[in-house]
């Protein structure tokens, strides 16, 4: 893939601040609000219902709580000068313990609502994620941009959607007390509520500018961040301790670790340096604005314009007012971060994966086989292609070897096949019809594939084995017949637990296989397609020695006479079995026929083959 000149990090959050600022631009990114609100309510109606119940609730009894203080500190005052009962006083006390107490339930409340939703949205949208991944073609998981897309999703956007609603929840209540506080204020003076609402704004604007930058700055840094996740992967794996400790790598790849660390961080430090110290200055008008407040309400007071009481629920109206109005606007401010990183989400939700065109079970002619016409395939971003006019043609019972050196296309090949690319010219054709016409489900059916990098599941054996026909995962009887033709039941028989063995080390009591074991394994695998009519070997025995991999594919051509076997190997021994070879040389075929016709015709195949043998004299 061709690489890309990134400007520096400094102006890409720099150049974007203006961006942020806008009008425009800050309301834009509120788009995703809806989507949220819609993504909890169909999560849990009771729950979503419930929080915003409470919500109102918690916005309305604060303001409350304040009038019932001034009056009873007028009621207070009152009993002193006339030397009454303290009866009033005592009903309005016992009235505002139960209105903070019915506030704490609210607020308790809400505190539980926001658990309960947060565990279940957090699961919703992980399988959100991961059933997108599933409708994903093999190229976007060989895109490295499309892997940071899915990595900003993956790290950020799960817990963002309830990070959202309730902060949009909060914004309710906040302006929920907020009316009511300032219907209380203009008793007192229309431009306190003024002074109130205006006051928060310089803080507002600053934090939003930086939440902007925030945001930009985690995009820019996805490659980083992956690379963070996969070098704590080589250092803390079971699959790569071997090499790091025997090559000394560790302190290497921890100090490249430190290092990334040490970069973000820098800029992590100078972006919230900039953020708390703008934060602050600004946050000393809205300090000024309500000292103010308290000096204006004070003189009033001494001026005997309003009461003792109207002046204590006066300052704190003021002083709650002004907490809401902040509340109100972080809230505001957090919404933006939060639709800036949702966007990530959706942007990975959205991936347009290609619908696939072909809905056809069989073809029209079963005995034609596999057919390849002129078939050429580049990969996306490359400049040269991996397979370049191939034809060929393999009827039922068939089998071929292709043989090349690394990176030769015999791969690309299969990967053609499967369908897990199409071709960029010409065709393929199974019973004469092409695989652009199948239904890729009743396709991959029909084709059994086993690469040399097969999976290697921490799961039982047995759903080792099963894995092969998802239709019976867990049927015991099909995981004996198909461990039987890959030669795979006697070890099995001799482990702990036999057939539900845990495999790997990943979880208690896993027992690790050998290469040859894990190869018989993956060969198990493929005999669970007993509907396949095409078996595909792609080096899967690369950890046998050569008898038992000679042994193995007589076996395997022995179990699948009747159907096509393609098999890639390195080892000329085991090659030289196939009723066809072709050779493969930058894509194109070089070579093809028969062992004994490519010996004959004393080129490529014949050289390869007389090194080999050199090697075993």
Not at 46 to 58: M, R
Not at 109 to 127: D, E, F, P, T, Y
Not at 506 to 535: H, N, P, Y
């Amino acid at each position: 893939m061709a690489s890309t000149t990134h400007p520096p990090r400094s102006a890409v959050v720099t150049a974007g601040a203006a961006e942020g600022l806008t009008l425009r631009g800050f309301f834009g990114v509120f788009r995703y609000s809806r989507r949220a609100l819609e993504l909890v309510w169909s999560t849990s109606r009771a729950l979503t219902v419930a929080l915003a119940l409470f919500t109102l609730v918690a916005g309305v009894l604060p303001a409350s709580v304040a009038y019932i203080g001034s009056l009873i500190v007028d009621a207070v005052v009152a009993a002193m000068r006339s030397g009454g009962s303290a009866e009033r006083v005592v009903e309005l006390v016992v009235l505002e313990g139960a209105l903070v107490a019915l506030i704490a339930a609210a607020q308790r409340a809400l505190s539980l609502c926001q658990s309960l939703l947060r565990a279940q949205l957090g699961q919703r949208v992980n399988v959100m994620i991961l059933e997108k991944a599933l409708t994903l073609e093999l190229s976007h998981f060989e895109d490295s941009e499309f892997y940071d897309k899915l990595t900003r999703a993956r790290r950020e956007a799960s817990s963002r959607p309830l990070s959202l609603v309730t902060r949009t929840f909060g914004l309710v209540q906040n302006a929920i007390s907020l009316v009511s506080y300032g219907v209380l204020l203009a008793h007192f003076s229309t431009w306190a509520v003024a002074v109130l609402l205006l006051a928060g704004l310089p803080a507002f604007i600053a934090e939003a500018k930086f939440s902007g930058d925030a945001f930009r700055l985690f995009r820019w840094r996805s490659p980083e961040t992956r690379m963070q996740l996969y070098l704590e992967t080589v250092i803390a794996r079971e699959d790569h301790a071997k090499e790091v400790k025997l090559y000394g790598l560790g302190e290497r790849l921890l100090e490249r670790y430190r290092d990334i660390f040490r970069r973000l961080y820098g800029e992590d430090r100078a972006l919230t340096v900039r953020r708390d110290a703008w934060g602050f200055f600004l946050g000393l008008i809205g300090t000024a604005a309500l000292y103010g407040a308290y000096a204006w309400i004070a003189i009033s007071t001494v001026r005997r314009l309003i009461t003792l009481g109207q002046m204590t629920m006066y300052l704190a109206l003021f002083r709650q007012g002004q907490s809401a109005v902040s509340a109100m606007l972080a809230a505001v401010g957090g919404m933006y971060e939060d639709n800036l990183y949702l966007s990530t989400l959706y942007e990975y939700l959205e991936t347009e994966v290609p619908a696939p065109a072909g809905n056809a079970l069989r073809g029209p002619d079963p005995a034609d086989g596999v057919r390849f016409e002129d078939v050429s395939f580049t990969y996306p971003g490359a400049e040269q292609p991996a397979l370049a006019h191939v034809t060929l043609h393999l009827v039922p019972g068939a089998s071929l070897a292709l043989v090349g050196e690394n990176g030769s296309g015999k791969t690309t090949l299969i990967k053609l096949l499967t369908r897990l690319y199409a071709p960029t010219a010409g065709r393929i054709l199974l019973d004469g019809k092409d695989l652009a016409e199948w239904d890729q489900a009743a396709l991959r059916e029909r084709i059994g594939v086993i690469f040399q990098d097969f999976a290697r599941y921490q799961m039982s054996v047995g759903e080792n084995v099963g894995a092969g026909d998802e239709r019976f995962f867990e049927d015991e009887a099909r995981w004996r017949t198909a461990a039987d033709k890959g030669r795979a039941s006697e070890f099995i028989e001799t482990l702990p637990a036999g057939y539900h063995t845990q495999l790997g080390k990943w979880f208690r009591d896993g027992r690790e296989l050998s290469g040859g074991q894990w190869q018989k394994i993956a060969l198990s695998r493929a005999f669970m397609r007993t509907r396949a009519d095409v078996l595909v070997l792609d080096e899967p025995t690369a950890a046998m020695d050569a008898q038992a991999e000679a042994e193995v594919f007589e076996h395997f051509r022995h179990l699948a006479h009747d159907r096509i076997t393609i098999l890639i190997s390195h080892r000329f021994s085991t090659v030289r079995m196939a009723d066809q070879i072709v050779v493969l040389n930058g894509g194109h075929i070089v070579e093809r026929g028969s062992h004994e016709e490519l010996m004959r015709l004393n080129g490529r195949y014949a050289h390869l083959f007389t090194l080999q043998a050199r090697g075993y004299r």
